[in-house]
């Protein structure tokens, strides 16, 4: 952790650095020994959790290079989640099973519905934009539910696992690692993206629209970027999902899962790649942590009827929450324990960027 | 002038200070007095925080992040320091602003009406009452165009048509802010002569936020002059036109080598303040 | 024909009910409100309250129920939508979502999910009626024609002519300028949802009358932001020819297509409208720099 003011990069090398001080890289190191060890000790059942929040994760880091970076607001994540596993369901009622084909596949897709979406959005802003969106997603889940009804199984398609030539992938650890490592690859790839040329001109587009172009950045070609690039990531989490579930229906890309993407970047912390994470992890681990307080409470049998209703509600609570009294997320109260600790015994350190 | 009445001005500031965004100090203790039924006029160079002012006075800081940290305002004698602006204008503490001073997708007519006090008549108590036929007599030129759509007047017409807004809310006191804005100076000329007669007719106190400080002093009782946040001068009207740095810099009358501004006079400049 | 004339003219008041909400909401505080259709189902359960608590008495029912709506968004705006001000737009647009999760939480846990048909608590009957050229309709699709058709004319002539309407354009248009003359706009923006949740109660009341009361009616508040975008966000006189298109569409999918095209129709007349003209058939263009 930089003190404030004691740390400076003496290098390019240090100035173009992932992980620039040693704290950081510690910190990391023990994450990452964590990650490796945690198979060891923990339940299927908290492998599986581990996973589910990293595959949430991947979603995130994709909605939140659009929404968070670009500022082009998405409510129709969920759409590009249903188009990617969708390809993957499709190819495997054709016989493609191969996950190497049909996760490009997803991504292709995904990048093609990314530019049909991006281009007549660039007429449009803000409120519009969500709307539309919104309204996108409407449609894709109508072309996901006439090609489930064509199929015939009106319920879904169920998905074998993934295999690559002899190699199945099963069971809790499999996954665990493979979602991890997805989530990693997606993270590393969303910061790097942030700090690109590409991220620049995004973050400049989101600040002050009229200010990116005057000063020579490309803002159509920039935003159809963000939404390919966003939404050519969302759709291959989507098909990861579709693996991960082993099966395929329209019903579980509704509204709400769109409404659930959007809560964890704004509970995580808007723009903030760790807030991505942090949102998901928080979004994902909520139901079973109501549940596990509900189980520990040893309510009555007709008690556990109201447990959706009440998940449902402490989910629109939480996020209400966030939306009035902590818009920064996660990730502000993060800074400012951070911040706290860093400056003791003083309160306020000298105007600076919040990094 | 008696005790008695001074106890009863119907504005007055003590030592006002005003904060943007809890750092940048925009007035810094400002004190002004405006007489039952006078023109009071408050000059001052682009930022020298008038508008502030202003704002301050008509409960309209918080919109952009600013606050009083200092100071207080008194109408009527009253403290109505942080009051909300809708309240202040009830009481008849009306403000003409800025910029943005009309409802630009409402009919002229309308906008005439979409003021509360003209709804809670019975509440404005005794002030001037003034009505919509007494406003198109001052404003011949918006009777002719009621129903047009306020954002198709221009610059001039809408000026017309916020001080008559502003009328029709009553006040016991007008704050307007560049009346002169964007004028040409026929037309100033005429506002100014109009303004005059509202305060003999309807005896009302104005306090008049002015540039072209010819056409405030030609009709003001008592001027002050701001400089970076402050009081730095202030008389009555005579004693303003005859001073030689007002008649230098806000009348353009008269020069010294090298002097451009208040701000070049050394009894004037800004005392640096640390904190 | 004359069927799908008049199915498509009941369907259209529907909407046209829900979307007269979206727009007021809108053009106060320039949020669009997502939860309108869950205040439409709100609506309808306050009217299955009322009317267990005086069975037989469907006059007092609804108008007890568009009471308790319109406190209810009055309510909402003060509790939820007032500290969002100084927020970014998108943020409170968020926070209707969440409230729109809350309503429908709220709504489960007290009633559970089961279907209700508060018809027979209000001590009516709602048959069929034929109309000239042979088409049939129940007798609550012609209270709902009546009810927007009242609705509209009301709103009209109150925005139009009265002190309070002009003064709620006029806050809408400029706060700021609005409280300089005087008008508390919180008061007046709280008044504009509260107009929305009686719009919604109106809705949701003749819907579970007429067909059921269940707590996901409020999808049918999505397609109506369809028709309030058709015909233009900030326009209450778009919603009405909007609201038409919309049904048309609709009901035309349903008698040559399918019913899933049908669920969809609404978007794609949505898509379209973006495509074309962005700002709606009668919104104003300068609308789409606003947000
Ligand atoms: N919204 C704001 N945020 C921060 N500082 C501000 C803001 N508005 C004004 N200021 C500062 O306050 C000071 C006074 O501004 P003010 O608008 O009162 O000046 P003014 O006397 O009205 O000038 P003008 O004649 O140009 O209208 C200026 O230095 C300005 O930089
Ligand atoms: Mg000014």
Redesign the pocket.
Known sequence: MARGGGYFKTTYAADLALVDTRLRRRALAAFVVALLVLPRVASPFILDLVAQTALAAIGALALNLLTGLAGQVSLGHAGFIAAGAFTTGVLIENGVRSPLVALPAAAVVGAVLGIVVGIPALRLKGLYLALGTLALHHVVLYACAEFQNHWGANTGVSIPPPAIGPWVLKGAVAWYYTLTLAAALVLALSVNLRRSRAGRAWMAIRDREIAAESVGIDVARYKVLAFVWSSAITAVAGGLFAYHRAFVSVEAFGFFLAVEYIAMIIIGGLGSALGAVLGAAFVTLLPHGLDALVAGLRLSGGAAYYLFPLKFGAFGLLMAVFLLFEPQGLVGIWRRVRNWFALWPLRYRPLRSAS | MTSILELTLPLELENLEVV??HV?T??QGVSLKVQPSSIVTLL??????????LRAISGFLGA???QIVGGRVLFNGRPVTGRRPHELVRRGLVLVP?RDKVFETLTVQENLRALVPGWLAWRAGDRPRVRLDQVFEYFPLLADRRRQLAGYLSGGERQMLALATALLCRPAVLLV??LSLGLAPAVIERLMILVARLRDELGLAVLL?E?NAGAALAVADYGYV?EH?RIVYDGPRDRLLAHADVREFYLGVGHRAGRKSYTDVKQYRRRRRWF | MTQVLATTVVVASLYALLAAGYVLVYRATRVLNLAQGDMMTLGGYFLFLVATSVPGQPVRAIAGAAALSALSGFLIYRLLMRPMAGHPIFAAVLVTVTLGILLRAAIVLVYTDRIRHPLGLLGLANPARPLIGGAVVSTFDLFTVGAAAALFAALFLFLRFSPLGIQMRAAGEKPLLASQRGINFHLVFALSWALAGFAGALAGSLYASNVRLDPSLGVLGLKAFAVALVGGLDSLGGVIPGALIVALVEVLSVRYGDPLLADVSPFLCLLAMLLVRPWGLFGTKEELERV
Not at chain 2, 44 to 53: I, L, R
């Open positions: 943007y965004h940048a925009a007035i001052g160079t682009n930022g020298a925080g008038k508008t502030t002012t952009d992040n600013a800025e802010d560049e936020v540039q701001m946040g």
